[in-house]
């Protein structure tokens, strides 16, 4: 079964610093991949997505991921961080293949703390 | 636009007793998703609707626990004989079609004592 592993449960980093978030999955082909961020009392949101093509991907709010088949990852990267980037993080995927091309497999999140 | 909302925003029940969760998709979407996220995980995948009908519901983990869509738009998720075990926040999302961008409401978090 594909799985996302997201090795990191909490990252803090001073409003200012760059951040990678990281995103590992297992599955024998390449998955659709995502990046949510979910802030307290909200709802999931899209920040980018890969379903293929240019493995460096452009998201909303300055962040982008770059897809790594020889590491089977899709780190999620901002190179000077805000305040308001405080909150949780997940990695999904999904299976393009058969008949559940719909389906979000997510990771457990990383808790994002943003020091002034 | 509107997007994906749900009510109750909380809701506390007392084991045993029966729950209601509603969604209301942005209009005009054809899919529609409940997922569930316990204390520290990933949002998991309960069932997923196109138009009225329940076109995967594997992820329902029991019998308890039942969804439906009856006029292609409102859905709600119906618990009985609730536990402490279903106590987590319950998602819902809806996308244009099956293979687009699935947008999440805000969630209602239950708390079965």
């Known amino acids: 079964a594909q799985s996302v592993t997201q090795p990191d449960i909490h990252i803090t980093v001073s409003e200012g610093a760059s951040l990678e978030l990281r995103c590992n999955y297992s599955?024998?082909?390449?998955?659709?991949l995502f990046w949510y961020v979910q802030s307290p009392g909200q709802g999931l949101q899209l920040l980018l997505k890969?379903?293929?093509?240019?493995?460096l991907v452009q998201g909303i709010k300055g962040f982008e991921a770059e897809f790594k088949r020889s590491q089977s990852s899709f780190n999620l990267r901002k190179p000077s961080v805000h305040w308001s980037d405080a909150a949780e993080y997940f990695c999904?995927?999904?299976?393009?293949?058969?008949?559940?091309?719909?389906?979000?497999?997510f990771g457990k999140g990383t808790l994002l703390t943003v020091n002034p | 636009g509107a997007g994906v909302s749900q009510t109750p925003s909380n809701k506390v029940t007392e084991k045993g007793k029966y729950v209601e969760l509603r969604c209301d998709p942005i209009?005009?979407?054809?899919?529609l998703y409940w997922y569930r996220q316990s204390l520290g995980q990933g949002p998991e995948f309960l069932i997923y609707?196109?138009?009225?009908?329940?076109?995967?519901d594997s992820g329902l983990p029991n019998d308890r626990f039942f969804a439906v869509r009856p006029e292609g738009s409102v859905s709600t998720l119906k618990i009985q004989r609730t536990e402490r075990g279903d106590s987590a926040v319950y998602l819902c999302?809806?996308?244009?079609?099956?293979?687009?961008?699935?947008?999440f409401g805000p969630g209602t978090r239950l708390l079965v004592l």
């Open positions: 599955y024998g082909a390449t998955p659709y």
């Open positions: 609707f196109q138009g009225t009908g329940a076109a995967d």
């Open positions: 890969y379903f293929s093509g240019d493995t």
């Open positions: 999904a995927v999904v299976n393009p293949s058969g008949g559940s091309n719909y389906k979000l497999t």
């Open positions: 209009s005009g979407h054809t899919a």
């Open positions: 999302a809806s996308s244009a079609t099956a293979q687009e961008t699935q947008y």
